[in-house]
T-cell receptor
Framework: GEDVEQSLFLSVREGDSSVINCTYT??????LYWYKQEPGAGLQLLTY?????DMKQDQRLTVLLNKKDKHLSLRIADTQTGDSAIYFC???????????FGTGTRLTVIP | DGGITQSPKYLFRKEGQNVTLSCEQN?????MYWYRQDPGQGLRLIYY???????QKGDIAEGYSVSREKKESFPLTVTSAQKNPTAFYLC??????????FGPGTRLTVL
């Protein structure tokens, strides 16, 4: 299987920017994803990026993709307490039917 | 109100029992998936189905069974053969197989 890596914890102060990083293994992955999971809930799709893009911005969220280094990041601008959650990075290699997930990064926003 | 529903939210099982987790979607998605989530880990694929009356094993199918008799329904049975079934189970569906949307999850606990 694939081995998607993320750091386990991140703490930021309310109003600061958060940057969550991820490294993935398959350089031919066609799509890369960010999901958010609040306590006891399912996964909410935040955004995804196609592999021929370097950047995607959606309101407070900015995704950066470095294919050479197989590195994906999610930047959350003006982080709010409601952003506290676990964030999962996932990749979909070509021909695969499922997504391969990282272990998740727990973001804690300090008021 | 479109979406993916899972029931029950919490389920308790005695050793040796089979239990069935429900997953229903009204998004008209062809593909459906079952994932298992353990604490501090990413999601692992149990089974997936691309069309009605067809399904395939994922990475950790042992001790589980599924059926896909209707497009909108993909129930998962956790059998007594599954040695460590306590986990959070997530169902997902997708239209294009590139973007998956998740239900709210079922937490299964073995007593």
């Amino acid at each position: 299987g694939e081995d998607v890596e993320q750091s386990l914890f991140l703490s930021v102060r309310e109003g600061d920017s958060s940057v969550i990083n991820c490294t993935y293994t398959d350089s031919s992955s066609t799509y890369l994803y960010w999901y958010k999971q609040e306590p006891g809930a399912g996964l909410q799709l935040l955004t995804y990026i196609f592999s021929n893009m370097d950047m995607k911005q959606d309101q407070r969220l900015t995704v950066l993709l470095n294919k050479k280094d197989k590195h994906l990041s999610l930047r959350i601008a003006d982080t709010q307490t409601g952003d506290s959650a676990i964030y999962f990075c996932a990749e979909k290699p070509p021909g695969a039917n499922n997504l391969f997930f990282g272990t998740g990064t727990r973001l804690t926003v300090i008021p | 109100d479109g979406g993916i529903t899972q029931s029950p939210k919490y389920l308790f099982r005695k050793e040796g029992q089979n239990v069935t987790l429900s997953c229903e979607q009204n998004l008209n998605h062809d593909a459906m998936y079952w994932y298992r989530q353990d604490p501090g880990q990413g999601l692992r694929l149990i089974y997936y189905s691309q069309i009605v009356n067809d399904f395939q094993k994922g990475d950790i199918a042992e001790g589980y069974s599924v059926s896909r008799e209707k497009k909108e329904s993909f129930p998962l049975t956790v059998t007594s053969a599954q040695k460590n079934p306590t986990a959070f189970y997530l169902c997902a569906s997708s239209l294009t197989r590139d973007v998956q949307f998740f239900g709210p999850g079922t937490r299964l606990t073995v007593l």
